[in-house]
């Protein structure tokens, strides 16, 4: 079975120097994924920017099934979620480099709530610390070393940019504010919040699709 859009197959090639050969191999990945976690009834969702996620069930349990072209940015994701465990986020359920199994959030519809909803979900975020709260950041990214990055692909991409802003200004630009944060204010954050990253689940907002870094909380209620 094909996974992808032929769209969205060229997007991940043009994205990623490996996206060709990744969504020409996704089937195969998908298939032997499949039968080691014991999944049925797959079945495609989405395809994302940086990825794809399958719908299916283990036992009579349902799952999401996430792939993504980097495996760092799914083994950081993976990492993300098990260290915020709890009812503001999905469960995991098994992770390799290819993929990880998520809880899949019911009822799952695109998030239409109140803004107080965002407020506890941060604040849930910060006080809920799952098995894997080693506090120490690890290898995470600081979340303005993260947003540098991020600016300086959308320059690639977008050549009008380079006029406006040099890559001397968002050096100096990160350095400041990261010289802004105290330390002991330092705590993983999702740097990636926004209406489309959340879904309404039976417990209220769940976030799904971090970016996880190393920031201070207010960063992520900023950039919502």
Known sequence: MRWVTEEAAQHFASRFPNGKEWVEELPSRVEAVAAR???????????????VVISCRQSEKPCVLKFAVEEEKLRR???GLRFWAGPHVPAIYKYC???YLMERVLPGADW???????????????????????????????????????LLRYQERHAEMESLISDSDFSQAIARA???????????????????SLLDGEEGVVAIDPMPAIGHWSYDAACF
């Open 37 to 51: 976690w014991g999944l049925a009834d797959l079945e495609g969702m989405a395809a994302g920017l940086a990825g």
């Open 77 to 79: 994701e993976h990492r």
């Open 97 to 99: 480099e290819d993929a």
């Open 112 to 150: 239409r709530g109140d803004l107080s909803e965002v407020v506890q979900l941060i604040e849930s975020l910060r006080e809920h610390v799952g098995p894997d709260a080693a506090r120490g950041g690890g290898d995470y990214p600081t979340a303005h070393a993260q947003l540098l990055s991020r």
């Open 178 to 196: 990261e010289s802004l944060i105290s330390p002991s204010y330092r705590q993983l954050v999702h740097t990636d919040l926004h209406p489309r």
